[in-house]
């Protein structure tokens, strides 16, 4: 009888259940347990898609990570990175316990002990220098809701010096505030209402996977799909043109288009009239260039140039989306702006499948006086972008500590040799993580963090309009703490612990105040993902923004670009572009055996002598790196191309070679503004 009901079972396929006998005094029998369980949770990496995922968990280990088939965004896809994160949580490589640096290396010690040190240290650094002696950097690797009351405990404890400016995202944003007031991104579930679309500077297919099938609907549809973009990057298979114009000078590209739209007379003179401010101004500045001097400028074929007129004419409307990687220049508000500006007189803002969009507030849905930047309004701030010559050249007080978390600024701002030198001669550092990387080099505590995973929290994204839970997968391994929890530990040693010390449900459902008061409930927030309320799909479809003067701002001054004076020396713009394989620096050391590969043109490359796979030093104004080349038919001859985010003790650190600028609108980091030469490596025998 037992033997034919298992028999039955295994033919239905009872899935994720196991058969187990057991027996008691009185009787004998058999039962089903659930062996897996599925959670709903969201993943909370740096990066664009914010998915919905499904983890599935087996005696409390994770064992996959799959797309949420109930998101309405990701609709139950997920990347290969996604995937292999599995193996980041259980990699032997991660660090579990707190460590203490003894000498050159490092021994584990307590949590007791290192929340000691650190608040005994804390403590002295505030009564000898004040708390702004104390940096706290925090970096991009997580942005959850209970991220914000980090910068709490730092007010509370009396305010340190805190971060502004960006490495990321800040000089786009910046810029359409200047033109609509407030940026706001068409929904990109509206991009399904475009019958055309353009990716300025932007590479979905390795950084918005949820944009592909959007984007491979439309083209079904009919709807061309331009790529704008110097380098040939992923993107180009998905799109029907390139257009690749000299890096940094799409503005003229942009003024170059709205003429030719001019002089075809299919502006929307309605908009223009109507709904917008300022354009006699941009016309002016239009009109000091002709069409050819533009084409000549940003290096477009004109025949390119009239292909992108026409289509903004024909086929409207247009989304166009820019990407992050377009505004690290020094003058990319001037490229935003254009755009923003072409669009205008293209007909295409507040129109449903039109707009200008790049990304959304990650922290867009909270309560943000939570952060207690009213506690210690006036506080020391650093710019980000500079943060290594900030902490050098900072007095009144001198940085005596700093405290990272989810950052790793000595790999991924720019010039790192500059950022380590200031992280080396900072009397204590601290670091909280996963793993060792080259920041933590620098660090005299190591405290190891949880990944979202082990983890309750709440995330919103930069890519879409969703706000989606995170629900504790795992317990945390090994002695690992959120940061939520590490920051409520270290704030017991103080003072004003009390006012640290709530649950952290208490904490979500304050910090989600303002959603609670839209009619969403908490209940609904740790189900699955829910639409940001008052989010639009379309924005500015009225016609009104929420500028001064209710109007679309045209950009009113444009000064031109001046060519860098060490071009002979440096021939080659350095394209520092997002990696294929993996977010941000998040490596490991073991998976970094290999040097970096750099593209480089073809016909460049047998001008330098260069063969495939060869290894060369790429040599800037502040710092030099070797790496393997491969010798690229279709990229620009100007450029050397090279992903992001190695790590410098695996020799992969390509910001050893960027120079530390700030945009001149938005405080952004123009980390393109790098020139570089290529310099044989001397064969050894
Ligand atoms: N796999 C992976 N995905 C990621 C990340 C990652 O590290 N790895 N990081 C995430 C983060 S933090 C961000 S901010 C986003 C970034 O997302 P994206 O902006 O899509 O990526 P980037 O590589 O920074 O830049 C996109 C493209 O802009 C082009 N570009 C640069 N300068 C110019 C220019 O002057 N004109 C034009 N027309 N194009 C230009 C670059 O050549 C590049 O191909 O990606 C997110 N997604
Ligand atoms: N050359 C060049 N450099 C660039 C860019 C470029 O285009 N070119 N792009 C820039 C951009 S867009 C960005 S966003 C920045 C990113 O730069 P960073 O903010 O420094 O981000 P990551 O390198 O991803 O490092 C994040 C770290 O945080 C850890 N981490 C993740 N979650 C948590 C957590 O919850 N708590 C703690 N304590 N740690 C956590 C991760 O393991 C990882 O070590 O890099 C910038 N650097
Ligand atoms: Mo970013």
């Given at each position: ?5 298992l028999w039955?079972m ?17 009787k ?16 909370t990496?740096?990066?664009?898609n ?26 139950g ?5 996604c995937?292999?994160?599995v193996q980041r ?14 000498g050159s290396g ?6 007791a002990?290192?929340?000691?040190e ?16 104390i940096l ?6 997580e942005?959850?809701?209970?991220k914000?009351?980090n910068t ?21 944003q ?21 019958r ?10 390795i950084t918005?996977i ?23 990057s ?8 390139h ?11 942009a003024?170059?288009?709205?003429k030719?739209?001019l002089?075809?007379?299919?502006e929307?003179?309605d908009?223009?009239s109507?709904?917008?401010?300022g354009y ?7 009109d000091?260039?002709?069409?050819v ?9 004109l ?31 001037y490229t935003?702006?254009?755009?923003d ?14 707009g200008v969009?790049?990304?959304?507030e ?6 943000l006086?939570?952060?207690g930047s009213?506690?210690?309004?006036n506080s020391?701030?650093?710019l980000?972008?500079l ?5 050098l050249?900072?007095?009144?007080p ?22 380590a030198?200031?992280?080396?001669k ?20 190591f405290?190891?963090?949880?990944t979202?995973?082990e983890?309750?929290?709440l995330?919103?994204?930069?890519g ?12 945390p ?12 530990d270290?704030?017991?040693r103080?003072?004003f612990a ?10 979500l459902?304050?910090l989600?105040?303002p959603?609670?008061?839209?009619g ?10 829910v639409?940001?309320p008052?989010t ?5 479809a009225?016609?009104?923004?929420p ?28 394209m520092?572009?997002?990696a ?5 620096s998040e ?9 970096l ?7 460049e490359g047998?001008?330098?002598g260069l ?21 690229d ?8 191309v090279?992903?992001r ?8 650190g390509?910001?050893?070679?960027t ?5 001149k ?15 044989p490596v001397q064969?050894?025998g």
């Open positions: 009888m037992v033997f034919l009901c039955k295994q033919n239905t396929r009872l899935e994720n259940r196991k058969v187990f006998f057991y027996h008691d005094d009185s004998v029998g058999f039962g089903f347990i659930k062996m897996k369980r599925n959670v709903i949770t969201t993943c990496r740096d990066c664009t914010t998915c919905g995922l499904v983890a599935t968990v087996e005696h409390g280990k994770l064992l996959y990570l799959r797309g949420n088939p109930q998101h309405p965004v990701n609709k896809k997920v990347c290969h990175k995937a292999r994160f949580v259980y990699s032997p490589e991660r660090v579990l316990t707190p460590l203490r640096r003894r490092w021994a584990p010690i307590s949590w002990d290192a929340l000691d650190i608040a005994g240290r804390m403590d002295r650094i505030k009564s000898r220098f004040g708390p702004e002696a706290y950097y925090q970096g991009f690797g942005r959850t809701a209970l914000l009351l709490r405990f730092f007010n509370l404890f009396g305010g340190a010096t805190t971060l502004y400016g960006t490495l990321c995202g800040g000089t786009g910046a810029a359409q505030n200047l033109d609509v007031g407030c940026r706001i991104s068409h929904d990109p579930l509206d991009h399904l209402n475009s055309s679309l353009i990716l300025w500077g932007r590479n979905p297919v918005n949820n944009l592909t099938p959007i984007i491979k609907e439309i083209r079904t549809k009919g709807a061309p799909v331009v790529l704008i973009d110097p380098v040939v992923e993107s180009r298979r998905i799109c029907d043109y257009i690749q114009p000299a890096p940094g000078q799409d503005a003229y590209l003024m170059a288009v709205a030719i739209i002089a075809r007379k299919a929307d003179i908009f223009l109507r709904h917008s401010e006699e101004a941009f016309l002016k500045i239009l000091s260039f002709t069409v001097e533009l084409a000549v400028a940003c290096d477009v074929p025949e390119q140039v009239e292909y992108l007129a026409e289509l903004l004419i024909q086929r409207k409307p247009t989304a166009i989306l820019l990407g992050w990687g377009l505004h690290r220049w020094e003058s990319a508000h935003v702006r254009c755009i500006a072409l669009n205008a007189i293209a007909g295409n803002i507040g129109v449903a499948g039109g969009s790049q990304g959304f990650e922290y867009g849905p909270y309560d006086n939570l952060t009213d506690l210690k309004p020391r701030k650093f980000m972008p943060i290594g010559e900030e902490i050249k900072a007095q009144a001198p940085v005596e500590m700093i405290f990272v978390t989810a950052g790793n600024p000595v790999g991924m701002a720019p010039n790192s040799n500059k950022v030198e200031a992280f080396a900072t009397p204590f550092v601290v670091v909280a993580g996963h793993f060792l990387d080259d920041t933590t080099d620098y660090a005299d505590i405290l190891p963090s949880t979202f995973l983890e309750k929290d995330v919103a994204g930069f879409h309009n969703y706000i989606g839970p995170v629900n504790r997968v795992i317990e391994l090994g002695e690992s703490k959120s940061d939520f929890k590490m920051f409520q270290l704030a017991e103080f003072s009390a006012e640290f010390n709530r649950s952290l449900d208490d904490w459902a304050l989600v105040e959603l609670l008061a839209r969403v409930s908490l209940k609904q927030l740790f189900e699955g993902p639409r940001i008052d639009p799909m379309i924005p500015y009225d016609r009104i923004f500028t001064p003067s209710g109007k679309f701002m045209f950009m009113q001054e444009f000064a031109r670009s001046t060519r860098q004076k060490n071009e002979q020396e440096f021939p080659y713009q350095l520092s572009v997002v294929r394989d993996w977010i941000g490596l490991t050391l073991s998976e970094q055996s290999e040097l590969t750099v593209h480089l043109n073809a016909q047998l001008k330098l063969r495939d796979g060869d290894t060369v030093w790429l040599v800037s104004s502040v710092g030099e790196l070797q790496v393997k080349v491969k010798l038919e279709a990229q620009r001859k100007d450029l050397v090279c992903p985010g190695g790590w410098i003790k695996a020799g992969r390509v910001n050893l070679l120079r530390d600028l700030v945009s609108v938005g405080n952004g980091t123009p980390y393109f503004e790098t020139r570089v030469n290529i310099k064969k050894k």
